[in-house]
């Protein structure tokens, strides 16, 4: 029989809770799928477009840069392929960025009521957070796989590069929500920053120019940790040169996966602080 | 929001500085508060709001840590606090229970195996498939506790759920605890002391942030409760025909004037006094009154007013005086709604009711639950033909 102790004395040992992840995680994981399916079902069940509204908004912004560009208003050109097929890839790829960066933070906020309610695996939040990000990407990648289809882009080994790269720009986004879930959660100001700071993060980042056309002071935009995960995998896409090697991206992708376990441990250290402050 | 900032601070980097002094604006929610239940027992946690039943129930179930002691628990726990828990609103009922399952800790195949028997408890039929928008708040509390009814924990936490349902229901979920109660330990928050007084073998009564009252003695532990409650006289409704002068109630010498609240003791006469000023003529008075209890039941009546006193008119200062003999109430308090009316034409007029007029005591060695306690002469017959 299982005993339960629950005491003053914190007992943050980093080993046992990392065991207790582990132990956890099947349960976690079954749970946070099952939320996922309800959320996903349910999101679009009351829509007429459904799915499709998942696509407007970085659609949307890629009409605007498109139209901009072709009108002559702002001129980019240097981006080595058709504008239109490199920004709407751009604006794909960062969509599913920022939806990885608000998911978890989103996913928390929801489901307060029964947080503060029902002792289960919190984890599975996140991994509910993980699972409909997926599913949010997949709907880009159909819109992505329909350019490689229509503009007739050559196949080659590094299309596949595509996938791993996107892969670890979801994690670099969960990354920065996980990072910043506590003080979210904390802090109220930091859900309403957050829309607008993803909005100004767009243009720091190469989604609607290409890196090349950076010049002077603007280089320092060059250290935005997600440009090489995204400009690779665009690159990698469109069959460009690509800017950043494999390696890099191998690196990076390491080291986001080490924060995103350490974002796990903190997450479930810090989580009964919070629902103290989270109030019914 | 800063103290939650230094608090996630200091769990990070494991720090083990106990803090048992409050920061400013910070309380004590529970404090002092010790006990220990075993497998069959119910403990019955009362109190009033902001008593800190809730806030011990979540320590209880794990979500929040004790700032202070220690909590341990044996076996697997289950908590009836949040019934439809994860409940979204567009998904079907079907749905809706695997979701409900999986986060009450269920696998998929458990649940599975037992959805005919949630179905079947639910009594939700074929709306299972239809979305829980449509389903009455009935509907939806059945078809939480009947997932929930699934469980099979060593330790059952269960915060104030049977508000919602008929009748029917509520006596299901009864039966439903009754069989679980024989395997597990319960800890059971209501403000419902019926329910309460059904449920539990021993109560705990918060106050503040510490136990006032832990025992066996149900009974003793509710009328506790209630005392703490001020006592309020209720509304008067009536006409200005007449005037309440004055309401005083007398047991064994002692009167309400002198000391506010009367004591009666158990099986002691009780003597009621109300002066009235009749500002206009009141034809055939007819004064009644009725004997509430702590939970507002009203228990006791008194319509034989006519038997004693026929008075065609009545004007000016009157005094009714009614003594009531050997008082068969068990400990509590009670009050007296006094009414007045009369009958002019054959025809009945209310002069005035004044709800919960008067409160008194009762002090008995018998507190059971219920407000009457009858004391029967016992006898043991054997019969002749059955002895040796």
Same mark, same amino acid.
């Given at each position: !029989?299982q005993i339960?102790v ?6 943050s ?7 207790a ?5 099947p ?7 099952? &939320?996922?399916?309800r959320?996903?079902r349910?999101?679009?069940?009351q ?10 908004p970085?659609l949307?912004t ?11 208003i702002?001129?980019l050109n ?11 890839t751009g604006t !794909?790829l960062?969509?599913?960025?920022s939806?990885a960066v608000t !998911?978890?933070?989103?996913s928390?906020?929801a489901n307060a009521?029964?947080?503060v ?6 984890e599975?939040? !996140?991994i509910?957070a993980?699972y409909e990000?997926? &599913?949010?990407?997949?709907i880009?990648? =159909?819109?992505i ?5 229509? &503009? ?5 080994g590094?299309t596949f590069l595509?996938i791993?790269?996107v ?5 670099l986004?969960m990354c920065?929500g996980l990072l910043l879930?506590?003080?979210a959660?904390?802090?109220k100001d930091?859900?309403?920053a =957050?829309?607008? &700071?993803?909005?100004i993060?767009?243009?720091a980042t190469p989604v609607?120019?290409?890196?090349t056309e950076l010049s002077?002071g603007f280089?320092?935009l ?6 090489p995960?995204?400009?690779s995998?665009r690159?990698?896409? =469109?069959?460009l040169?690509?800017s950043t ?7 990076i992708?390491?080291?986001t ?9 903190l997450?479930?250290?810090t989580?009964?602080?919070?629902i103290?402050?989270m109030?019914? | 929001?800063?103290y939650g900032?230094q608090?996630l601070?200091?769990a990070?980097l494991g720090?083990n ?16 508060v010790s ?5 069959g027992?119910?403990?019955?946690l009362?109190?009033?709001?902001g008593a800190?039943?809730?806030? /011990?129930?979540?320590m209880?179930?794990? /979500?929040?840590?004790?700032d ?5 628990? *044996?076996?697997?726990i289950g908590?009836?606090i949040?019934?439809?828990a994860?409940f ?5 009922g ?6 409900n399952?999986q ?5 998929k195949?458990e ?10 408890f ?5 709306f ?7 389903y009455?708040?009935?509907m ?9 009814a699934?469980?099979?924990?060593d330790? /059952?936490l269960?915060d104030?759920?049977?508000a919602?349902g008929?009748m029917?229901f509520?006596l299901? +979920?009864?039966n ?6 024989t395997?597990?330990a319960m800890?059971?928050v209501?403000?419902n002391m ?5 449920m +539990?073998?021993?109560i +705990?009564?918060?106050?503040e942030d510490?136990t ?7 009974g003793a532990?509710?009328t506790?409760?209630?005392g703490?409650?001020?006592?309020e006289?209720?509304?008067?409704q009536?006409?200005?025909?007449v005037?309440?002068k ?15 609240l ?8 009780l003597?009621?006094t109300?002066?009235v000023? +009749?500002?206009?003529p ?9 004997f509430?209890d ?8 008194v319509f034989n007013?006519f038997?004693?006193?026929?008075a065609a008119e009545?004007?000016?200062?009157v005094?009714f005086?009614?003594?009531?003999p ?5 400990q509590g308090?009670y009050?007296i709604?006094i ?5 002019q ?10 709800q919960?007029?008067?409160y ?5 060695k ?7 306690q009858?004391?029967p ?9 059955e *002895?040796?």
């Open positions: !029989m339960q629950y005491s003053a004395k914190s007992k040992n980093l080993w046992r809770t990392l065991k992840i582990g132990t956890e995680f349960v976690a994981h079954a749970l946070g799928f099952r &939320f996922a399916q959320n996903i349910a999101r679009y069940r829509s007429l477009l459904g799915i499709v509204w998942a696509l407007i970085p949307a890629a009409a605007i840069w498109i139209f901009l560009n072709q009108k002559n702002v001129s240097h981006t080595g392929s058709s504008y239109a097929l490199f920004v709407i !794909m960062w969509s599913i960025f939806n !998911m978890p933070i989103q928390i906020q009521p029964i947080l309610k029902v002792n289960f695996p919190r599975a939040l !996140m509910t993980f990000i997926v &599913f949010t990407a997949l880009s990648l =159909l819109i796989a329909a350019e490689i289809v229509i &503009f007739q882009i050559p196949v080659t590094y595509f791993p790269a892969l670890v720009l979801i994690m986004g920065f879930l506590p003080f959660i904390l802090y930091i859900q309403f =957050l829309p607008a &700071f993803l909005q993060a767009l243009y609607v120019y290409a890196t002077g280089k320092f060059a250290l935005n940790p997600v440009s995960v995204l400009v995998a690159d990698w896409l =469109l069959g040169q690509s090697g494999l390696l890099t991206l191998g690196c992708g390491l080291v996966f080490v924060i995103l376990v350490a974002g796990f441990i997450q479930r250290i989580m009964e602080i919070l103290e402050r109030g019914t | 929001m800063w900032l608090d601070g200091s990070v720090s500085q106990n803090r048992s002094v409050l920061r400013d604006g910070e309380f004590w929610s529970v404090k002092d006990f220990s239940l075993r497998r027992e119910c403990l019955g009362i109190g009033r709001n800190g039943k809730s806030t /011990l129930l979540k209880l179930n794990g /979500l929040i840590r004790p202070e002691g220690t909590i341990t628990m *044996r076996g697997k908590a009836l949040e019934l439809s994860g979204n609103p567009l998904l079907s079907r749905e809706n229970v695997y979701v399952g986060l009450l800790g269920f696998s195949k649940i599975d195996q037992k959805f005919k028997a949630i179905i079947a639910a009594e939700i039929g074929e299972i498939d239809s979305p829980v928008q449509n009455s708040s009935g939806k509390v059945r078809l939480g506790f009947a997932v929930a699934q469980m099979e924990p330790v /059952l269960i104030e759920v049977l919602v008929d029917g509520v299901k +979920c009864l439903k605890m009754d069989e679980l109660r395997k597990t800890i059971f209501s403000h019926p329910m309460v007084s059904r +539990c073998s021993r +705990c009564l918060l106050k510490k006032t009252y832990q025992s066996d003695d149900v532990g509710i506790q409760y209630y703490g409650f001020r006592q006289s209720g509304s008067f009536g006409t200005n025909k005037e309440i004055n309401i005083v109630l007398e047991s064994e010498g002692h009167s309400s004037t002198e000391e506010g009367v004591t009666v003791h158990h099986g002691k006469d003597i009621l109300v002066d000023i +009749c500002h206009q009141v034809y055939q008075p007819k004064m009644h009154l009725a509430y702590q939970e507002q039941r009203n228990f006791a009546e007013f038997d004693h006193i026929q009545m004007v000016g200062l005094r005086k009614a003594v009531i050997n008082i068969p109430f068990s308090q009050s709604t009414g007045l009316n009369e009958f034409n054959g025809q009945r007029n209310m002069i005035f009711r004044y919960s007029a008067i008194f005591l009762v002090e008995s018998q507190h059971g639950w219920s407000p009457i009858l004391n002469v016992w006898e043991l017959i054997t019969h002749p033909s *002895r040796s």
